[in-house]
């Protein structure tokens, strides 16, 4: 949801570089350009200043003017003040042993509350501890239903009210109190209060999740909010906070399209932090928010801790050793490739996957709009209408005959296999490579792959001195200006 935030913001910095030190003049002229980046974002018109002003204030002074890099400088400054403006996050539900800790969680309708209750419930399983749902949405009629059906898939019981008598739907806060005593009979460690929601905040509203508050006595209120709701989302947990005292928001919907200025704005305007963020539909797609690599991920810096740790849950740690074992053989087949791809399809969407690798997140914008699914699903086509001796060495096995076959076995036409063959070739080299490379080689390696697929052939070309061919003068100018530029860029860091 930060591709377009974090181009602008890159823009705006970039347009610091060359420059000699960071005097007032260029630095007005920097921020100006964050000042639109945030505005554009619907980061809230107060947050905006007050966090321009501390940048400002920091940025100002004879530390920076020595400074020999400007646009680093300002990087680094705006990167700790974001870190400062959605954080600090205290990620612990201050679960205690032997005692049942009660959570509510309120919102409004359609920002993803029930679900949230059962990706809570999920996480909370997952450390070791016994949880249980109470259905108490009486307003909307398929709320009940819903929580049941998520109950069962995460296998966590959902306490539901008894059938209402003809007078009304019944009391939400006699369900939660029945709830939570059912819960202690049964040694169970957490409750989560599924409450109401309304399509805006209203009186009704606020006097029934008063009521459940005050005669319940939940350890932890939280708010879930809608990221794609821009500034409604700050206005809703203001609202919600000075009603209930809201100690976390939930924030779902973080992988839209949204522009991000609601993750920017809550902290700063309610004054309680983004706990978790909702990432996706799975069940299991909730994370802890985390401001520094939230923010490295809007100034582009990546977010590599992320990444491992979800590809350390989501990865078969046998396959991967497996494939590590063969790439320090020097084997890497197409079946390899294969098996790659979908282990990184598990981590969600390739465009979400790029913009956690350092200087990867530009491709993230060259990809916008592309189906990637279907053509990967194209992609695995031609892998399976190969023989295994053609996987193994497609290169050298695969003549005209055997692509056509190919292609017609995979519904594609012949050129797609040409295509995919030398992408492989130069993918081949690039990943037996990386064998036993540490993570921080590996990332550099990922950048150098960066820029075999911006090239302007948009594929992965099989290198030059493998082909046994001599370079023409303007080739060989070609490749010195490109080293040049390599080199250049190597001195002046991986930073800028």
């Not at 007032?24 to 980061?43: H, I, K, P, S």
């Not at 612990?92 to 049942?100: A, D, N």
């Not at 909702?278 to 990444?307: N, S, W």
């Not at 497609?394 to 050129?415: K, L, N, Y």
């Amino acid at each position: 949801m930060f591709e377009s935030l974090s181009a602008s913001l890159s823009s705006a910095i970039n347009s610091l570089r060359g420059r000699g030190t960071l005097t007032d003049a260029n630095m007005r002229e920097g921020l100006e350009g964050v000042r639109t980046a945030l505005l554009e974002a619907d980061v809230a018109y107060d947050v905006v200043d007050s966090f321009l002003d501390r940048v400002a204030a920091d940025a100002v002074g004879a530390k920076v003017l020595e400074s020999l890099d400007p646009a680093q400088q300002l990087v680094g400054i705006v990167h700790r003040e974001l870190i400062d403006l959605m954080g600090p996050v205290d990620h612990s539900l201050h679960l205690e042993p032997g005692k049942t800790t009660i959570l509510m969680l309120c919102g409004l309708q359609g920002s993803g509350k029930t679900t949230s209750c059962a990706k809570l419930a999920k996480k909370i399983k997952e450390q070791g501890y016994s949880a249980m749902l109470v259905a108490a949405d009486l307003q909307r009629p398929a709320a009940i239903e819903q929580l049941v059906v998520l109950g069962s898939q995460i296998g966590v019981p959902v306490h539901v009210p008894e059938l209402a008598g003809a007078g009304g739907p019944g009391d939400p806060v006699a369900v939660c109190n029945a709830g939570v005593a059912r819960a202690k009979k049964e040694g169970i460690s957490v409750v989560i209060l599924d409450t109401a929601g309304r399509l805006s905040i209203d009186a009704a509203l606020m006097q029934e999740l008063s009521r459940i508050d005050r005669t319940v006595g939940p350890d932890q209120v939280y708010l879930v909010v809608d990221a794609m709701t821009g500034q409604d989302a700050v206005k809703s947990a203001k609202a919600f906070n000075e009603a209930l005292e809201i100690n976390g928001v939930i924030m779902t919907k973080l992988d839209g399209d949204a522009r991000g200025g609601a993750a920017l704005s809550v902290k700063s305007v309610t004054g309680v932090p983004i706990k978790f963020v909702g990432t996706g539909e799975q069940i299991e797609a909730l994370e802890d928010f985390h401001p520094e690599r939230m923010a490295g991920r809007i100034l582009g810096m990546g977010d590599v801790l992320t990444l491992v740790e979800e590809a350390q849950r989501k990865f078969d740690r046998d396959e991967m050793q497996e494939q590590e074992e063969r790439l320090r053989a020097g084997e890497f087949t197409l079946d390899d490739f294969k098996k790659m791809l979908l282990q990184t399809r598990r981590l969600g969407p390739l465009g979400k996957v790029l913009g956690m690798i350092p200087g990867m997140g530009g491709m993230q914008e060259m990809l916008a709009g592309a189906d990637l699914e279907k053509d990967m699903g194209r992609l695995f086509g031609v892998i399976d209408s190969m023989t295994p001796s053609e996987r193994r060495s497609p290169s050298r096995v695969i003549d005209q005959q055997r692509r056509r076959r190919i292609a017609a076995g995979a519904g594609v036409e012949p050129h797609e296999v040409s295509d995919l063959v030398k992408q492989f070739d130069g993918m081949a080299s690039m990943m037996k490579s990386m064998a036993g490379l540490g993570m921080r080689d590996r990332v550099k390696q990922m950048q150098q792959l960066q820029g075999a697929l911006t090239n302007p052939a948009g594929r992965l070309a099989r290198p030059k001195g493998d082909t046994g061919k001599r370079l023409t003068a303007d080739e060989r100018r070609k490749l010195k200006k490109q080293r040049d530029k390599e080199l250049r860029k190597r001195k002046r860091g991986p930073n800028e």
